[in-house]
Protein backbone atom coordinates (compact mmCIF):
# COMPACT_ATOMS: atom_id res chain seq x y z
CA UNK A 1 0.00 0.00 0.00
CA UNK A 2 3.01 2.03 0.76
CA UNK A 3 4.37 1.85 -2.81
CA UNK A 4 1.32 3.42 -4.26
CA UNK A 5 2.40 7.02 -2.55
CA UNK A 6 6.02 6.58 -3.52
CA UNK A 7 6.89 8.34 -7.19
CA UNK A 8 9.19 5.42 -9.05
CA UNK A 9 11.29 7.74 -10.81
CA UNK A 10 12.31 10.11 -7.87
CA UNK A 11 11.70 7.67 -4.78
CA UNK A 12 9.93 10.74 -2.90
CA UNK A 13 7.17 10.70 -0.48
CA UNK A 14 3.85 12.13 -2.42
CA UNK A 15 2.07 12.83 1.12
CA UNK A 16 4.39 14.72 2.61
CA UNK A 17 4.69 16.59 -0.55
CA UNK A 18 1.18 17.26 -0.45
CA UNK A 19 1.24 18.06 3.25
CA UNK A 20 3.84 20.99 2.62
CA UNK A 21 1.56 21.78 -0.22
CA UNK A 22 -1.61 22.17 1.64
CA UNK A 23 0.22 24.03 4.78
CA UNK A 24 1.49 26.57 2.19
CA UNK A 25 -1.93 27.06 0.64
CA UNK A 26 -3.70 27.89 3.89
CA UNK A 27 -1.04 29.61 5.36
CA UNK A 28 -1.62 31.84 2.04
CA UNK A 29 -5.35 31.90 2.64
CA UNK A 30 -4.71 33.38 6.06
CA UNK A 31 -2.70 36.14 4.95
CA UNK A 32 -4.75 37.16 1.72
CA UNK A 33 -7.34 38.64 4.87
CA UNK A 34 -5.08 40.60 6.37
CA UNK A 35 -2.85 41.66 3.30
CA UNK A 36 -5.95 43.58 2.39
CA UNK A 37 -7.17 45.15 5.64
CA UNK A 38 -3.77 46.12 5.46
CA UNK A 39 -3.92 47.99 2.13
CA UNK A 40 -4.97 51.53 2.24
CA UNK A 41 -6.15 53.57 -0.73
CA UNK A 42 -4.20 57.06 -1.17
CA UNK A 43 -7.36 58.55 -2.87
CA UNK A 44 -9.42 58.70 -0.62
CA UNK A 45 -9.24 61.87 1.69
CA UNK A 46 -10.14 61.20 5.11
CA UNK A 47 -13.43 63.47 6.82
CA UNK A 48 -11.08 65.91 8.23
CA UNK A 49 -8.17 66.33 5.87
CA UNK A 50 -9.41 69.25 3.87
CA UNK A 51 -10.51 72.44 5.22
CA UNK A 52 -14.19 72.41 4.21
CA UNK A 53 -16.68 74.34 6.17
CA UNK A 54 -17.53 70.57 7.87
CA UNK A 55 -14.11 70.54 9.12
CA UNK A 56 -14.21 73.91 10.87
CA UNK A 57 -17.92 73.36 12.10
CA UNK A 58 -16.43 70.20 13.92
CA UNK A 59 -13.73 71.68 15.82
CA UNK A 60 -15.02 75.14 16.95
CA UNK A 61 -13.39 76.54 19.65
CA UNK A 62 -14.89 78.35 22.91
CA UNK A 63 -14.72 82.21 21.63
CA UNK A 64 -14.67 81.45 17.82
CA UNK A 65 -16.90 83.03 15.44
CA UNK A 66 -20.16 80.27 14.50
CA UNK A 67 -19.81 78.87 11.92
CA UNK A 68 -22.80 80.12 9.82
CA UNK A 69 -21.82 83.99 10.56
CA UNK A 70 -17.79 82.92 9.08
CA UNK A 71 -18.68 84.62 5.93
CA UNK A 72 -20.71 87.76 6.61
CA UNK A 73 -18.32 90.71 6.61
CA UNK A 74 -18.35 91.25 10.37
CA UNK A 75 -16.79 94.63 11.58
CA UNK A 76 -14.31 94.66 14.33
CA UNK A 77 -16.70 95.63 16.77
CA UNK A 78 -19.52 93.03 16.14
CA UNK A 79 -16.67 90.46 16.27
CA UNK A 80 -15.34 91.53 19.39
CA UNK A 81 -19.05 91.29 20.69
CA UNK A 82 -19.85 87.41 19.46
CA UNK A 83 -16.30 86.43 20.56
CA UNK A 84 -17.64 87.47 24.16
CA UNK A 85 -20.73 86.43 23.89
CA UNK A 86 -19.34 82.99 22.87
CA UNK A 87 -17.41 82.91 25.30
CA UNK A 88 -19.30 83.61 27.62
CA UNK A 89 -21.88 80.48 26.38
CA UNK A 90 -19.05 78.42 26.65
CA UNK A 91 -18.74 79.16 30.62
CA UNK A 92 -21.99 78.60 31.38
CA UNK A 93 -22.11 75.17 29.40
CA UNK A 94 -19.12 74.21 31.01
CA UNK A 95 -20.83 74.82 34.16
CA UNK A 96 -23.48 72.99 33.72
CA UNK A 97 -22.04 69.87 32.46
CA UNK A 98 -21.36 68.81 35.95
CA UNK A 99 -24.61 68.69 37.10
CA UNK A 100 -25.87 67.00 33.92
CA UNK A 101 -23.59 63.95 33.73
CA UNK A 102 -24.72 63.76 37.72
CA UNK A 103 -27.90 63.72 36.61
CA UNK A 104 -27.26 60.78 34.00
CA UNK A 105 -25.41 58.83 36.19
CA UNK A 106 -27.95 58.89 38.97
CA UNK A 107 -30.60 57.94 36.27
CA UNK A 108 -27.90 54.98 35.26
CA UNK A 109 -27.82 53.80 38.65
CA UNK A 110 -31.68 53.84 39.43
CA UNK A 111 -32.55 51.64 36.46
CA UNK A 112 -29.55 49.06 37.26
CA UNK A 113 -30.78 48.70 40.93
CA UNK A 114 -32.01 45.50 42.03
CA UNK A 115 -35.81 47.36 42.24
CA UNK A 116 -36.84 50.43 40.82
CA UNK A 117 -37.83 53.64 42.62
CA UNK A 118 -40.03 55.22 40.69
CA UNK A 119 -40.58 58.43 42.45
CA UNK A 120 -36.72 58.58 42.34
CA UNK A 121 -36.99 58.16 38.88
CA UNK A 122 -39.50 60.36 38.04
CA UNK A 123 -37.62 62.97 39.90
CA UNK A 124 -34.61 62.66 38.24
CA UNK A 125 -36.06 62.61 34.67
CA UNK A 126 -38.39 65.80 35.89
CA UNK A 127 -34.58 67.40 36.53
CA UNK A 128 -33.30 66.47 33.22
CA UNK A 129 -36.17 68.08 31.55
CA UNK A 130 -35.84 71.13 33.07
CA UNK A 131 -31.82 70.95 32.37
CA UNK A 132 -32.74 70.09 28.47
CA UNK A 133 -35.63 73.26 28.15
CA UNK A 134 -33.11 75.62 30.33
CA UNK A 135 -30.50 74.85 27.22
CA UNK A 136 -32.89 74.89 24.52
CA UNK A 137 -34.11 78.56 25.80
CA UNK A 138 -30.57 79.62 26.74
CA UNK A 139 -29.46 78.59 23.19
CA UNK A 140 -32.38 80.78 21.73
CA UNK A 141 -31.52 83.74 23.78
CA UNK A 142 -27.88 83.44 21.97
CA UNK A 143 -29.03 83.49 18.70
CA UNK A 144 -31.75 85.85 19.00
CA UNK A 145 -28.97 88.36 20.66
CA UNK A 146 -26.26 87.06 17.70
CA UNK A 147 -29.19 87.64 14.82
CA UNK A 148 -29.48 91.11 16.35
CA UNK A 149 -26.10 92.32 16.65
CA UNK A 150 -25.91 91.87 12.62
CA UNK A 151 -27.12 94.76 10.30
CA UNK A 152 -29.81 94.85 8.55
CA UNK A 153 -27.60 94.12 4.93
CA UNK A 154 -26.21 91.19 7.11
CA UNK A 155 -29.65 89.67 8.40
CA UNK A 156 -30.72 89.15 4.80
CA UNK A 157 -27.44 87.82 3.56
CA UNK A 158 -27.51 85.22 6.45
CA UNK A 159 -31.38 84.63 6.09
CA UNK A 160 -30.88 83.31 2.01
CA UNK A 161 -27.75 81.35 3.58
CA UNK A 162 -30.28 79.60 5.70
CA UNK A 163 -32.86 79.54 3.31
CA UNK A 164 -30.08 77.69 0.85
CA UNK A 165 -29.05 75.48 3.20
CA UNK A 166 -32.73 74.41 4.27
CA UNK A 167 -33.32 73.44 0.05
CA UNK A 168 -30.23 72.00 -0.28
CA UNK A 169 -31.19 69.89 2.55
CA UNK A 170 -34.97 69.94 2.68
CA UNK A 171 -35.39 71.30 6.02
Not at 12 to 28: A, G, H, I, Q, Y
Not at 58 to 68: M, T
Not at 144 to 151: D, F, R
Request: hydrophobic share 35%.
Amino acid sequence: MAACFVDSERGDDLTSKRRFTMKKLMMLLCLVPLAAMAVQSTDKKKHCDDKSRHYKMKHNKSGDVPFYLRDLELTDTQKAQIKGMMEKRHQDRKANKKVYWENKKAVLELTQAETLDEAELEKQVEASLAMKKTSAMERARFHHQLYHLLTEEQQQQLDARMAAFGKKHKH
